[in-house]
């Protein structure tokens, strides 16, 4: 009981986990609103200036892939030191921010593909990578993870909100050279103070405990299986990454996350062209890019709380068939009502994936060497999102539609739904 009143007594009214997860929540907003959907937004204005095509444009995405894949399982060990998650964090945002503004005086696609392939993607991966700051959300909590992943990955939809429409808006006004040199700034502006103030690689390095417990007794008991959670799967104990890799369910997240990744990356660089292509202007495809970003801030946080009290791999199977429909829905249809439906669809399935991608992975597997597993399957992840972009920028270049590619890539979002529900919580075998 004193020591209950004596931790009481020093712990801060305000857990500081809170705050990991509003930096990462930014750092996954900026990704994706600058590196990700809103890329799209410069998808004409410099092909049309600099002779590209989109195949060539669509192929700096391989080279993300490449990156990912080279130095994800490189980053993932260090994500698990003490010092690893500031100084990635804090030094990505200063490589991305630095990279993206020398875009301004490119002029030939390998320099794109240097500047924004190499550069933004190795800054982006180190502040705003599942190899990050996802393991670092679920370091700091596991009775309330579900809640935590459902808020900081609510960051990506804002990006899209927030970016989407004001890249526009700097494009039509001061050009694409000099939109870039904004958006450089503001790299830095919004995430480099934050995280040199805040993030922190787990609660026991500042003498606290997950979740904002007050004892190590309490902690241990969130961390009992299905702790808070009746249906769920909280690992009571750590696999180390050789353990991991022994485990069927590794292989078959690694399958379902690929063929979903497949999906969502044409979106990417993509999502508004393909919308553009079909006779709509911008300012559609801008409303369309809003309602799809909003659903899916609305998702993530009904499913993380509801993770937290039912199977995530029912949850996701079922939000990853429904994502499913969207992408083929978009495919298929050209009348403005499915755009919509795919919107809707899109929006509120493939919306949820991140958040159930981030929480089980750390329920199936721990907390301890999270980092070191989510950077060793980093490059496999990196594939779905770094081929499909180019493959649908190709499909383009020679047929003049997205309509095929994107059948195929939903068909395959169906598959991604039936490799989840297969995918069992590893049982733990401890080494003789």
Same mark, same amino acid.
């Given at each position: 009981?004193?020591?209950?009143?004596?931790?009481?007594?020093?712990?801060?009214?305000?857990?500081?986990?809170?705050?990991?997860?509003?930096?990462?929540?930014?750092?996954?907003?900026?990704?994706?609103?600058?590196?990700?959907?809103?890329?799209?937004?410069?998808?004409?204005?410099?092909?049309?200036?600099?002779?590209?095509?989109?195949?060539?444009?669509?192929?700096?995405?391989?080279?993300?892939?490449?990156?990912?894949?080279?130095?994800?399982?490189?980053?993932?060990?260090?994500?698990?030191?003490?010092?690893?998650?500031?100084?990635?964090?804090?030094?990505?945002?200063?490589?991305?921010?630095?990279?993206?503004?020398?875009?301004?005086?490119?002029?030939?696609?390998?320099?794109?593909?240097?500047?924004?392939?190499? +550069?933004?993607? !190795?800054?982006?991966?180190?502040? #705003?990578?599942? %190899?990050? @700051?996802?393991?670092?959300? &679920?370091? =700091?909590? /596991?009775?309330?993870?579900?809640?935590?992943?459902?808020?900081?990955?609510?960051?990506?939809?804002? +990006?899209?909100? !927030?970016?989407?429409?004001?890249? #526009?808006?700097? %494009?039509? @006004?001061?050009?694409?050279? &000099?939109? =870039?040199? /904004?958006?450089?700034?503001?790299?830095?502006?919004?995430?480099?103070?934050?995280?040199?103030?805040?993030?922190?690689?787990?609660?026991?390095?500042?003498?606290?405990?997950?979740?904002?417990?007050?004892?190590?007794?309490?902690?241990?008991?969130?961390?009992?299986?299905?702790?808070?959670?009746?249906?769920?799967?909280?690992?009571?104990?750590?696999?180390?990454?050789?353990?991991?890799?022994?485990?069927?369910?590794?292989?078959?997240?690694?399958?379902?996350?690929?063929?979903?990744?497949?999906?969502?990356?044409?979106?990417?660089?993509?999502?508004?062209?393909?919308?553009?292509?079909?006779?709509?202007?911008?300012?559609?495809?801008?409303?369309?890019?809003?309602?799809?970003?909003?659903?899916?801030?609305?998702?993530?946080?009904?499913?993380?709380?509801?993770?937290?009290?039912?199977?995530?791999?029912?949850?996701?199977?079922?939000?990853?068939?429904?994502?499913?429909?969207?992408?083929?829905?978009?495919?298929?249809?050209?009348?403005?009502?499915?755009?919509?439906?795919?919107?809707?669809?899109?929006?509120?399935?493939?919306?949820?994936?991140?958040?159930?991608?981030?929480?089980?992975?750390?329920?199936?597997?721990?907390?301890?060497?999270?980092?070191?597993?989510?950077?060793?399957?980093?490059?496999?992840?990196?594939?779905?999102?770094?081929?499909?972009?180019?493959?649908?920028?190709?499909?383009?270049?020679?047929?003049?539609?997205?309509?095929?590619?994107?059948?195929?890539?939903?068909?395959?979002?169906?598959?991604?739904?039936?490799?989840?529900?297969?995918?069992?919580?590893?049982?733990?075998?401890?080494?003789?």
């Amino acid at each position: 009981m004193e020591t209950a009143e004596r931790a009481s007594a020093h712990s801060p009214r305000f857990f500081h986990g809170w705050w990991i997860v509003a930096t990462s929540l930014v750092g996954a907003g900026v990704g994706m609103g600058i590196g990700g959907v809103g890329l799209g937004v410069f998808v004409e204005p410099m092909t049309g200036d600099l002779g590209w095509t989109r195949a060539e444009m669509g192929g700096v995405f391989i080279i993300r892939a490449i990156v990912m894949a080279t130095l994800g399982p490189l980053m993932g060990p260090i994500v698990d030191r003490r010092m690893g998650a500031p100084v990635l964090f804090v030094g990505g945002a200063f490589i991305a921010g630095g990279s993206i503004m020398l875009l301004a005086a490119a002029t030939e696609v390998w320099q794109f593909y240097v500047l924004f392939g190499l +550069g933004w993607s !190795i800054g982006q991966l180190a502040f #705003a990578g599942n %190899v990050l @700051t996802g393991p670092i959300v &679920a370091k =700091w909590f /596991i009775r309330k993870r579900g809640r935590a992943m459902g808020i900081y990955t609510m960051g990506i939809p804002i +990006g899209s909100i !927030i970016f989407v429409p004001l890249n #526009a808006v700097l %494009v039509t @006004t001061f050009g694409w050279q &000099a939109s =870039w040199v /904004i958006l450089g700034v503001a790299t830095w502006l919004l995430t480099i103070p934050i995280a040199a103030l805040t993030m922190r690689r787990q609660p026991e390095d500042m003498g606290l405990f997950p979740d904002g417990a007050l004892t190590a007794d309490e902690a241990r008991l969130a961390g009992s299986p299905g702790a808070g959670r009746p249906g769920g799967v909280a690992a009571p104990v750590d696999f180390t990454l050789l353990q991991a890799l022994r485990t069927p369910a590794l292989y078959l997240l690694m399958l379902s996350f690929l063929m979903m990744g497949l999906a969502m990356g044409i979106f990417t660089i993509h999502q508004v062209p393909a919308i553009t292509d079909k006779g709509f202007d911008l300012v559609v495809a801008s409303i369309v890019s809003v309602t799809l970003s909003s659903c899916s801030f609305c998702v993530k946080p009904t499913v993380g709380f509801l993770s937290e009290r039912f199977s995530p791999r029912y949850l996701c199977t079922l939000c990853m068939a429904v994502g499913a429909v969207g992408v083929v829905t978009l495919g298929l249809g050209d009348a403005m009502v499915f755009l919509f439906v795919f919107a809707a669809c899109y929006g509120f399935g493939a919306g949820a994936t991140p958040v159930f991608q981030n929480v089980i992975w750390a329920d199936y597997f721990g907390r301890r060497y999270l980092g070191s597993i989510r950077g060793m399957i980093a490059p496999i992840a990196a594939l779905g999102g770094g081929i499909s972009p180019f493959i649908a920028g190709w499909m383009f270049d020679n047929t003049g539609s997205y309509d095929s590619i994107l059948v195929t890539m939903g068909l395959g979002a169906f598959l991604a739904a039936a490799f989840m529900l297969m995918a069992r919580p590893p049982r733990f075998r401890a080494r003789a």
